[in-house]
């Protein structure tokens, strides 16, 4: 196919007149002038560059790379900084690499990227357009996660220092509190895994776990990310029990032994303080009836108050086990002094249970009591200073008799000849002081001569019971008599009681026998 003569003779014009040879890149639009050029418009000059230079014209469209950048770039020509018709080895660039803005362009060198030769970027026979904007393009092999982060490493990294990560870790589903803000990233991401790692603290600091697992996963329910040994768990709001006294300052596996959620703990005190009951269940388990969380040792029970028996005097200082001996619940104690000190009774019972008749709790021996005038043998006269022992000579106090001549028997003059009734002549202000009148308190009227003798005289033996002797004068004076029972027993028919050998008559008057003193 050949051109029209009026056609080629244009060309070999425009070939005649060109101002010289294009750049290589344009040669094979060397004789296709209006490839480039448009008669008389200049307007369109650059509308014909971009029909060539697609990606250009994107740039200057969407304003950005260099070409869409820099200033006035829609009055700007192509041809004032690119130049043709220079030779085929001409540089129609004009690029100087170190008077280059790469503020112009959409990568803006900054931190480390500052000082980076072109080459570090650019690579020969490459356009400049083409050179990689995204970090992994040039850092794929600088990444130590392998690309499991991704590749948007400006997420995390900064151009100023490879090392200087500034990834916002509290804007994902962990945000890093406490200590974890201070932990390496390898610390949680062993092997560089990111993804689908667990979010419980058992799943790092399993190892760290001093309860061995008992006390279950939920770690955040007693620990915190400040600082693994301090406890945030509150007992006393947590829990049903609160703690209070010594309960505060023991240490959790104290009472959790077992497992947290598998073994539930009872909240009496027994249950945790069996092994430690003295007592060996005897006081039942409710030892909070007594005792106190501040000290094992302390009880706040009070016998005044809580029970029917105050304590006094010994009784304040003796142990609980020294009366409550059986089980607590279900031996009773009996609170008479007996039910408790029978085992300590001298008596042997002889005087009786009621022992605080005579004694007091402040001690067993101290300042008796015991008013002797409440017996059947009230102490009177000399009795009242005579010591207990006189007549008690053992700690049995029980007497079965309270004659006289049960303690004087030694000291009876008569030799029981007056009988054992000492009281019908003694009184107990004086041995020797006696009240007893024979006309008044006997049957037998003492008078004449019968009232100067003594009591032997008649009394002359032992009785045992009431004295029993005859009144007729013959009983006494058989012997005396010089008729020899002639006249009969009943002297006083002519005798008289002042004197024997005195005669009284039938009433005639009186006479002496001859021969009479």
């Given at each position: 196919?050949?051109?029209?003569?009026?056609?080629?003779?244009?060309?070999?014009?425009?070939?005649?007149?060109?101002?010289?040879?294009?750049?290589?890149?344009?040669?094979?639009?060397?004789?296709?002038?209006?490839?480039?050029?448009?008669?008389?418009?200049?307007?369109?000059?650059?509308?014909?560059?971009?029909?060539?230079?697609?990606?250009?014209?994107?740039?200057?469209?969407?304003?950005?790379?260099?070409?869409?950048?820099?200033?006035?770039?829609?009055?700007?020509?192509?041809?004032?900084?690119?130049?043709?018709?220079?030779?085929?080895?001409?540089?129609?660039?004009?690029?100087?690499?170190?008077?280059?803005?790469?503020?112009?362009?959409?990568?803006?060198?900054?931190?480390?990227?500052?000082?980076?030769?072109?080459?570090?970027?650019?690579?020969?026979?490459?356009?400049?357009?083409?050179?990689?904007?995204?970090?992994?393009?040039?850092?794929?092999?600088?990444?130590?996660?392998?690309?499991?982060?991704?590749?948007?490493?400006?997420?995390?990294?900064?151009?100023?220092?490879?090392?200087?990560?500034?990834?916002?870790?509290?804007?994902?589903?962990?945000?890093?509190?406490?200590?974890?803000?201070?932990?390496?990233?390898?610390?949680?991401?062993?092997?560089?895994?990111?993804?689908?790692?667990?979010?419980?603290?058992?799943?790092?600091?399993?190892?760290?776990?001093?309860?061995?697992?008992?006390?279950?996963?939920?770690?955040?329910?007693?620990?915190?990310?400040?600082?693994?040994?301090?406890?945030?768990?509150?007992?006393?709001?947590?829990?049903?029990?609160?703690?209070?006294?010594?309960?505060?300052?023991?240490?959790?596996?104290?009472?959790?032994?077992?497992?947290?959620?598998g073994v539930k703990l009872g909240t009496a005190c027994y249950d945790c303080h069996k092994h430690d009951d003295k007592h060996a269940g005897r006081y039942g388990s409710k030892c909070e009836t007594c005792h106190t969380t501040r000290d094992w040792a302390h009880t706040s029970f009070s016998h005044d108050?809580?029970?029917?028996?105050?304590?006094?005097?010994?009784?304040?200082?003796?142990?609980?086990?020294?009366?409550?001996?059986?089980?607590?619940?279900?031996?009773?104690?009996?609170?008479?002094?007996?039910?408790?000190?029978?085992?300590?009774?001298?008596?042997?019972?002889?005087?009786?249970?009621?022992?605080?008749?005579?004694?007091?709790?402040?001690?067993?021996?101290?300042?008796?009591?015991?008013?002797?005038?409440?017996?059947?043998?009230?102490?009177?006269?000399?009795?009242?200073?005579?010591?207990?022992?006189?007549?008690?000579?053992?700690?049995?106090?029980?007497?079965?008799?309270?004659?006289?001549?049960?303690?004087?028997?030694?000291?009876?003059?008569?030799?029981?000849?007056?009988?054992?009734?000492?009281?019908?002549?003694?009184?107990?202000?004086?041995?020797?002081?006696?009240?007893?009148?024979?006309?008044?308190?006997?049957?037998?009227?003492?008078?004449?001569?019968?009232?100067?003798?003594?009591?032997?005289?008649?009394?002359?033996?032992?009785?045992?019971?009431?004295?029993?002797?005859?009144?007729?004068?013959?009983?006494?004076?058989?012997?005396?008599?010089?008729?020899?029972?002639?006249?009969?027993?009943?002297?006083?028919?002519?005798?008289?009681?002042?004197?024997?050998?005195?005669?009284?008559?039938?009433?005639?008057?009186?006479?002496?026998?001859?021969?009479?003193?």
């Amino acid at each position: 196919m050949y051109a029209s003569p009026p056609m080629a003779a244009a060309s070999d014009l425009e070939t005649l007149i060109m101002p010289g040879p294009v750049v290589s890149g344009h040669a094979k639009y060397e004789t296709a002038c209006s490839k480039c050029h448009e008669p008389f418009s200049k307007r369109t000059q650059n509308t014909l560059c971009y029909d060539c230079h697609k990606d250009v014209a994107a740039d200057v469209r969407e304003k950005r790379r260099f070409h869409g950048r820099i200033n006035n770039i829609a009055n700007t020509a192509c041809k004032a900084c690119h130049t043709d018709h220079k030779g085929r080895d001409a540089d129609i660039v004009h690029l100087d690499t170190d008077t280059f803005d790469h503020n112009h362009t959409d990568f803006a060198l900054e931190g480390a990227h500052h000082g980076l030769a072109c080459a570090s970027c650019h690579k020969k026979a490459a356009k400049h357009r083409d050179a990689p904007s995204a970090c992994n393009d040039c850092h794929r092999q600088d990444d130590p996660h392998k690309e499991r982060l991704g590749k948007a490493c400006e997420k995390c990294h900064s151009v100023k220092a490879w090392k200087t990560s500034r990834f916002d870790h509290d804007k994902t589903k962990f945000p890093l509190k406490g200590k974890h803000k201070e932990a390496t990233c390898n610390s949680c991401h062993p092997n560089e895994n990111y993804k689908n790692l667990a979010m419980e603290c058992v799943a790092c600091h399993r190892i760290n776990d001093i309860h061995a697992g008992r006390y279950g996963d939920k770690c955040a329910n007693c620990h915190n990310e400040d600082k693994w040994k301090t406890i945030r768990f509150d007992h006393d709001k947590n829990t049903r029990y609160k703690l209070s006294g010594t309960h505060i300052t023991v240490r959790c596996d104290a009472c959790h032994t077992g497992k947290l959620y598998g073994v539930k703990l009872g909240t009496a005190c027994y249950d945790c303080h069996k092994h430690d009951d003295k007592h060996a269940g005897r006081y039942g388990s409710k030892c909070e009836t007594c005792h106190t969380t501040r000290d094992w040792a302390h009880t706040s029970f009070s016998h005044d108050k809580d029970t029917k028996f105050p304590l006094r005097g010994a009784h304040r200082d003796a142990a609980c086990q020294d009366c409550h001996r059986g089980d607590l619940d279900k031996d009773k104690v009996r609170n008479t002094c007996y039910a408790c000190h029978q085992a300590d009774d001298v008596h042997k019972g002889k005087e009786g249970r009621q022992c605080e008749r005579c004694h007091n709790e402040r001690k067993w021996g101290a300042k008796v009591v015991f008013d002797h005038d409440m017996t059947r043998f009230p102490l009177l006269g000399l009795h009242a200073a005579v010591p207990c022992e006189e007549c008690h000579l053992n700690t049995n106090y029980k007497v079965d008799t309270f004659t006289c001549d049960s303690c004087h028997k030694k000291d009876d003059v008569h030799k029981l000849t007056l009988g054992k009734k000492c009281t019908a002549c003694h009184n107990p202000n004086g041995w020797r002081v006696w009240t007893f009148n024979h006309n008044k308190d006997t049957e037998y009227k003492l008078d004449g001569a019968h009232a100067k003798i003594h009591c032997n005289r008649c009394h002359r033996d032992p009785v045992s019971d009431s004295i029993k002797l005859p009144k007729t004068c013959g009983a006494c004076h058989n012997s005396d008599d010089p008729h020899n029972g002639g006249f009969g027993q009943q002297c006083e028919r002519c005798h008289i009681t002042e004197s024997f050998k005195e005669i009284r008559f039938t009433g005639r008057g009186s006479f002496t026998p001859s021969g009479a003193p």
